[in-house]
């Protein structure tokens, strides 16, 4: 069961389109979204919550399409942009009541414990907050949301990694139930190593990856070596040279010579050199 099915979308800015994009969100599971700026992350999110209308195509939410099931997928569905969208002027208590007003079953009872464990002042305005404060803030009023589908745009990006952590913890446990779905947006691979089960890498609007991590991390191997040889270069990708010699990824698992080393990449590594090889060799 999939908790968003994209099909032939295509969303176009002028400068900038999405063209015929397909893309299967699994349940239950943590996808997360990766790519340069400007590649089509963000536009993707915001047409998915209704912020940016597509020309054509198809999204299913959970099974339905929005039209029709309007109130239905916006109740399912929570969001936590790269910045807040509400008054910062606020105090958290302010924004309690409003959420509780416009949000059917709103979870007071865990908003408050989640409130007390990350150490969020009720009584301060959320501009007063630090950063990795508002962050954590944003996440919590839409977890206490009981949405079945979590979108999230940069969630731990320009935080320091203690507030990291907690964020990712949060989304850990959100994940606890499997009729749950999170699509997680981040330039910090490093995240999405600790907890993503699927990862999608855009270029240019286009999907340019689409696999499970561990499938997708154990295809590959990290080459460190002193020289290349040409028998190396027909199957490397994303090559870098530096003061030490030459890096690039390979499919090739047997690499061996003298002076190779070899490792399983991480997501960050395979996203440089992938991207360094202009997205090729996918």
């Known amino acids: 069961m999939y908790g968003l099915e994209i099909k032939d979308l295509t969303v176009d800015l002028g400068a900038f389109k999405l063209e015929r994009l397909n893309l299967n969100i699994k349940k239950g599971c943590i996808t997360g979204l990766i790519g340069r700026n400007g590649a089509g992350k963000s536009t993707l999110i915001k047409t998915l919550t209704r912020q940016q209308d597509a020309q054509s195509g198809s999204i299913l939410y959970n099974g339905l399409k929005f039209n029709g099931n309007e109130a239905q997928v916006m109740n399912s569905l929570s969001c936590v942009y790269d910045a807040p969208h509400f008054n910062m002027a606020l105090k958290p208590k302010k924004i309690l009541k409003y959420y509780c007003s416009v949000y059917e079953g709103f979870d007071t009872e865990r908003y408050h414990k989640l409130m007390e464990k990350f150490r969020l002042p009720e009584d301060m305005r959320i501009s ?155």
């Open 128 to 282: 007063k907050y630090s950063f990795g404060m508002q962050r954590k803030y944003c996440i919590i009023l839409a977890l206490c949301r009981k949405s079945e589908l979590l979108i999230l745009d940069e969630p731990t990006s320009g935080i320091d990694p203690f507030d990291r952590n907690e964020i990712v913890s949060l989304i850990q446990d959100y994940l606890m139930d499997e009729n749950h779905t999170v699509l997680f947006s981040t330039h910090i691979t490093e995240d999405l190593d600790k907890i993503a089960d699927y990862v999608v890498m855009f270029e240019d609007g286009k999907i340019t990856l689409d696999d499970d991590k561990v499938t997708l991390t154990e295809r590959y191997r990290l080459v460190q070596c002193d020289n290349m040889t040409a028998e190396m270069q027909s199957g490397a990708i994303g090559i870098k040279k530096n003061m030490f010699g030459y890096t690039f990824l390979t499919q090739d698992k047997e690499i061996a010579g003298e002076g190779v080393k070899t490792k399983i990449p991480t997501l960050e590594e395979i996203f440089v050199h992938m991207l360094g090889n202009g997205g090729e060799g996918i």
